[in-house]
C-alpha cells in the first residue's frame, strides 16, 4: 500500500498578491432624533420627574390644544381656594384680587362676622355659578399656579 503525500503549502511567488483581508461590517445607520412634544400634567404633591408624559403629539399645536382642553376640565370642578388663598395663589395677592374682581364687575365678598378675614373658599363655592365663563376664565388666567396640563417639548430616539 502506497501511502499518498500530503501536498505541502507553497510559498507564494515573489510579486504575486496576498489575499485582502475581509472588509468589516456596516456600522448600522444611526436612528434620527425626532422632536415631540408631551403633555404632562403637574401634581403638586409629586416631583416633575415622577410624572409619566399624559400624550405624546409630533406637534406643538395639538398638544397646547389638549393641555388647554384638560386645564379648562379641570377648572370648572376645582375650587382655586381649596387649600389657598389669593396671598399664594397670584402675584399682588388678594389686593390683587380684589381689584380684579372689581374690573370684572363680580360683588367683592365682605368679611364674615367674627373673621378678620375673607374666607375664600366659600365665597367661591356661592359666587361660581353667578360668574360669565369669561369672568371665570380670567380669574382663572390671574391666578399663578393652576395650569395642571403643561406642554414640554422632548427628543424621541429609536
Do not use: C
Not at 51 to 65: G, I
Not at 72 to 81: C, D, G, S, V, Y
Not at 115 to 130: E, M, N, Q, V
Request: net charge positive.
Amino acid at each position: 500500500m502506497t501511502q499518498k503525500a500530503k501536498p505541502t503549502k507553497t510559498a507564494k511567488a515573489p510579486g504575486s498578491k496576498a489575499k485582502a483581508p475581509k472588509k468589516a461590517a456596516p456600522k448600522p445607520a444611526k436612528p434620527k432624533s425626532v422632536a415631540v412634544y408631551t403633555v404632562v400634567r403637574k401634581i403638586p404633591a409629586e416631583s416633575p420627574m415622577h410624572t409619566n408624559p399624559n400624550r405624546v403629539f409630533a406637534s406643538k399645536a395639538a398638544a397646547q390644544l389638549f393641555a388647554d382642553d384638560r386645564n379648562r376640565e379641570l377648572r370648572a370642578l376645582t375650587n382655586p381656594f381649596d387649600g389657598d388663598d389669593p396671598d399664594t395663589a397670584m402675584k399682588g395677592g388678594e389686593k390683587a384680587f380684589l381689584a380684579l374682581l372689581k374690573k370684572l364687575g363680580i360683588a367683592t365678598p365682605t368679611k364674615q362676622k367674627g373673621y378678620s378675614y375673607i374666607i375664600w373658599k366659600r365665597w367661591w363655592d356661592h359666587a361660581f355659578l353667578d360668574l360669565t365663563d369669561k369672568q371665570r376664565s380670567d380669574l382663572w388666567d390671574a391666578f399663578d399656579e393652576y395650569d395642571w396640563y403643561k406642554v414640554k417639548n422632548t427628543t424621541l430616539e429609536n
